[in-house]
C-alpha cells in the first residue's frame, strides 16, 4: 500500500506544534486504546527494569533487559554503539515461553543525534515476538509501547501485513514490510520539514532535535495508524 506523503507531511505539522519537550506526554488521538496505562508503564513499577534504565540511560553502548511482569527471568545482553546482541536460540526460546514479557534498551547518542524513540527494527521484533511492553531510554526521556488492547490475535488478523518479511542470506528482513515503510516515510518527511523550517530562521536550527522529534512523531503516526498504544515521557528518574 502506498501512503500519501502529502498526508503524512499535514499530520506531522500539527503534531511538531504540539510538541512540548518539558512534560510527560502521549499525543494520540482521543481515544483510549492507544494510550499507556499505566501512566509510565508497567516497567515503571518493576525494580529491576528502574535500576536497568536509570544505569543505562548515558552509558555510549546499547544493552538489553528481557524479563516479564512476574520478574520469573531475566537476562541482560550487550551489544555496541548501534545495538544489542541477539538472543541465542535457547534464551529466545526461554523468553518467548513466559507470559506478559517487557523488554527494555538504552540509546545512546551518536553521530551529534540523541539517542531518541524506538526504530522500525524495534517495532517490528516487538509484534513478531508479542510482548506486553516494550521499552527504551535515552539520556532524557523513556519511550514505551504496549500491548495492543484488543490482544495480539485480534490485532494481527487486523494488520497481517505487519508480519510480512523476505528473507536475505536467513534473516528476516521487514524493509519492505508496509509498517516499516509507512514509519520510514514519516520520519523522513518531518525531518526534512523541520531542516527546510530552520534554513528559512523558523524553529530549531538543531540536527540532533530534528532527529529526535521526527523519530517520536513517527512512532506517533505508527501508534495512531495501527493501534498500537505508545508515549513519551520525560524521565527525572
Aim: net charge neutral.
Amino acid at each position: 500500500m502506498v501512503h500519501n506523503i502529502y498526508q503524512i507531511e499535514n499530520k506531522t505539522e500539527r503534531l511538531t506544534q504540539e510538541l512540548n519537550p518539558q512534560v510527560n506526554q502521549s499525543l494520540y488521538d482521543g481515544n483510549d486504546d492507544i494510550k499507556i496505562s499505566p501512566v509510565g508503564g508497567y516497567g515503571r513499577g518493576i525494580q529491576i527494569i528502574n535500576d536497568f534504565e536509570v544505569k543505562q540511560r548515558f552509558k555510549p553502548k546499547e544493552r538489553a533487559l528481557y524479563t516479564n511482569l512476574r520478574v520469573s527471568w531475566k537476562l541482560e545482553k550487550g551489544g555496541d554503539e548501534k545495538s544489542t546482541t541477539g538472543l541465542t536460540e535457547k534464551e529466545a526460546r526461554i523468553y518467548l515461553g513466559l507470559d506478559d514479557r517487557i523488554s527494555t534498551h538504552n540509546h545512546p547518542q551518536q553521530n551529534n543525534a540523541d539517542g531518541g524513540s524506538f526504530s522500525p527494527d524495534d517495532i517490528t521484533s516487538f509484534i513478531i515476538q508479542g510482548d506486553l511492553e516494550l521499552r527504551v531510554v535515552d539520556y532524557a526521556y523513556v519511550y514505551v509501547m504496549q500491548r495492543p488492547v484488543i490482544g495480539w490475535d485480534l490485532w494481527k488478523n487486523q494488520y497481517p501485513e505487519t508480519m510480512e518479511y523476505k528473507l536475505v542470506n536467513g534473516v528476516a528482513d521487514f524493509t519492505g514490510n508496509p509498517l516499516y515503510q509507512f514509519f520510514d516515510q514519516a520520519f523522513i518527511s518531518n525531518r526534512n520539514k523541520l531542516k527546510f523550517a530552520a534554513e528559512k530562521g523558523i524553529g530549531k536550527n538543531d540536527p540532533r532535535s530534528w532527529f529526535e522529534d521526527s523519530l517520536h512523531i513517527a512512532n506517533v503516526l505508527v501508534s495512531q495508524k495501527y493501534r498500537l498504544p505508545y508515549a513519551r515521557y520525560f524521565d527525572n528518574r
